[in-house]
């Protein structure tokens, strides 16, 4: 894994995607920076961390674009796919390498709430809590990235795809409060995550049978759950999207307050689709 981490960290700054992405991070937090801190004369630095979360929706798609997919089009992964060697390593390396960049440009923006202290009173805590959380929800994105970097060898889909991601996830809160409650449009709304689970098990493995039964269970769970208490489908879709949404999770560290829960939701999240783009190459390695 440490090799593969010093390679392709390395690689980010042989090519101009990480100056571009340091660059283009650097620049619109200095943006925010001074128009919500020193023109402002406002001393809340986590204003400015909560304003540049729409930075990642570029960012992102630009350090993880080409981490697997550019193998995968060079069909250079052949040799990784033949070698004696644990993808999770392969993986993992490539995801600190992204988090490592990622976490060096966010360490850099931190001389902008040390300025804040030379013309007044910074709460320290409150800051370090804002930063804290924002690795974390970035640390998401690159996972999400690198999963959707898995799935084509056209850096161009990769990015698109990733940043449309980002931006339903970001936009989920909004999306949220439009979303119908009723008991019917749960109901059909559970019956199609439930097929989509049965699709995606099916175009993974290519067993039609293990797919279909999956399906008949989760269609018989669906009438037990229904015959126990329908009470449990009325807005089964808001809680559904407010149970991933990553944004609303770092609402509490935006407001300097250390949420355990959350810190291990996006530990989770990222661990899952890290696993996610383990099964993606692990299938191609036996395909």
Not at 199 to 226: D, E, K, W
Request: net charge positive.
């Amino acid at each position: 894994m440490l090799a593969i981490f010093n390679r392709e960290f390395r690689s980010y700054f042989t090519s101009a995607t990480g100056y571009i992405f340091m660059s283009f991070f650097l620049i619109m937090s200095g943006i925010y920076f001074a128009i919500i801190n020193l023109i402002s004369g406002n001393p809340n630095y986590n204003l400015v961390l909560s304003s540049i979360t729409m930075i990642l929706l570029i960012g992102v798609p630009i350090i993880t674009m080409r981490l697997l997919s550019e193998e995968k089009k060079q069909k250079t992964d052949q040799l990784v796919l033949t070698a004696p060697l644990r993808l999770s390593g392969l993986v993992l390396g490539k995801y600190f390498a992204a988090l490592a960049l990622f976490g060096l440009t966010l360490l850099i923006t931190g001389i902008q709430p040390i300025i804040i202290t030379l013309f007044g009173t910074l709460p320290v805590g409150e800051v370090l809590g804002g930063y804290m959380g924002y690795f974390l929800l970035g640390a998401c994105f690159i996972a999400i990235g690198l999963f959707i970097s898995s799935l084509t060898d056209n850096q161009v889909v990769a990015a698109l795809t990733t940043f449309a991601t980002l931006l339903l996830l970001l936009l989920m809160d909004g999306i949220k409060q439009a979303l119908p409650i009723d008991r019917t449009s749960s109901i059909v709304f559970v019956g199609i995550l439930v097929v989509g689970l049965s699709a995606l098990i099916y175009f993974s493995i290519r067993n039609i049978y293990v797919s279909a039964g999956i399906a008949m269970v989760g269609f018989i769970a669906m009438g037990i759950v229904y015959g126990w208490d329908k009470t449990i489908y009325d807005g089964i879709m808001v809680r559904f999207f407010d149970w991933f949404s990553l944004l609303r999770r770092y609402e509490s560290f935006a407001m300097g307050i250390f949420d355990l829960s959350a810190v291990v939701y996006y530990i989770t999240f990222a661990a899952a689709f890290l696993f996610l783009t383990i099964q993606m190459i692990e299938k191609r390695r036996w395909s």
